[in-house]
C-alpha cells in the first residue's frame, strides 16, 4: 500500500484558497487518490476522488500531475467551518488513513 | 450514498469486560469496514468485516480480541473483549458504495 505524507498543520484566513499538497511515491497503477475531511467528533466525510490531471466538483478541487507521485487538494474560498482534518489517501480497495493535516482557518 | 448508524453512541465500562458495538447501514453494501480512532489520532483499520466469512484483520489486530460478525449486507458487530484502560477510544464503522466510503458517527469508549 502506498504511503502518503502531507502536512501536519496549515492556517489560512476566510476568504482565501487553501491547497493541501500530499505526496505518494509508491502508488500503484490501479490506486485512485482520496481525500476525506473530518471535523470533532464525528467520522470523515468524503470529499473528492480522482485517477490524474484534474477534478473538480462543488466543494474542492483536485489537481494530479502525469507521473501521480502527489496530489493537492484545493479549497477556494475558504470559511470558518471549513476548519478541519484534510485526509489525502491512496485507495485500492481499504482506506488506509495517514496523519492528515489539520486547518485552521481564522477570521 | 449510505446513512451509517452506531450503537452505542458511547460507553464507560469496567476493565475486563467486553462490549459489543453494532453497524446498520441503511442500505445493502459488499465491504464494511472497522477503525480505531484515539483522540486527535488518525483512523486506523482495524479489520475488514466480510459478509459470510471470517473478517480480515489488519496487523496487530486479532479476532479474539475484537471478533466481528456480519450476519447480512447491512449489519455489522465489533466486540472489544477483556477490556483494558488502553482500548479508551472511538471506534468507528464505515461502509463503501462504490467508490466512496461513508462513516459512522462513531462509538466513544471508555474503560476504567
Known amino acids: 500500500l502506498a504511503k502518503t505524507t502531507q502536512p501536519i498543520s496549515m492556517d489560512s484566513y476566510e476568504g482565501q484558497e487553501v491547497n493541501i499538497t500530499c505526496s505518494h511515491n509508491?502508488?500503484?497503477?490501479?490506486?485512485?487518490i482520496t481525500w476525506y475531511q473530518q471535523f470533532p467528533s464525528q467520522g470523515p466525510r468524503f470529499i473528492i476522488q480522482?485517477?490524474?490531471t484534474k477534478v473538480t466538483n462543488e466543494v474542492a478541487s483536485l489537481f494530479i500531475p502525469a507521473d501521480r507521485k502527489s496530489s493537492t487538494l484545493s479549497l477556494p474560498r475558504v470559511s470558518l467551518s471549513d476548519t478541519a482534518v484534510y485526509y489525502c489517501l491512496v485507495v485500492s480497495d481499504k482506506l488506509i488513513f495517514g496523519t492528515g493535516t489539520r486547518l485552521q482557518v481564522f477570521p | 450514498s449510505a446513512v451509517i448508524s452506531q450503537k452505542p453512541s458511547r460507553d464507560i465500562c469496567q476493565r475486563g469486560t467486553s462490549l459489543t458495538i453494532q453497524c446498520q447501514v441503511d442500505s445493502q453494501v459488499t465491504m464494511m469496514f472497522w477503525y480505531r480512532q484515539q483522540p486527535g489520532q488518525s483512523l486506523t483499520l482495524i479489520a475488514t468485516a466480510n459478509q459470510g466469512s471470517e473478517a480480515t484483520y489488519e496487523s496487530g489486530f486479532v479476532i479474539d480480541k475484537f471478533p466481528i460478525s456480519r450476519p447480512n449486507l447491512t449489519f455489522s458487530t465489533l466486540t472489544v473483549s477483556n477490556m483494558s484502560p488502553e482500548d479508551s477510544s472511538i471506534y468507528l464503522c464505515?461502509?463503501?458504495?462504490?467508490?466512496?466510503?461513508?462513516f459512522g458517527p462513531g462509538t466513544r469508549l471508555t474503560v476504567t
Open positions: 480522482g485517477y490524474k
Open positions: 509508491n502508488i500503484a497503477t490501479n490506486d485512485y
Open positions: 464505515s461502509a463503501a458504495v462504490s467508490y466512496e466510503q461513508y
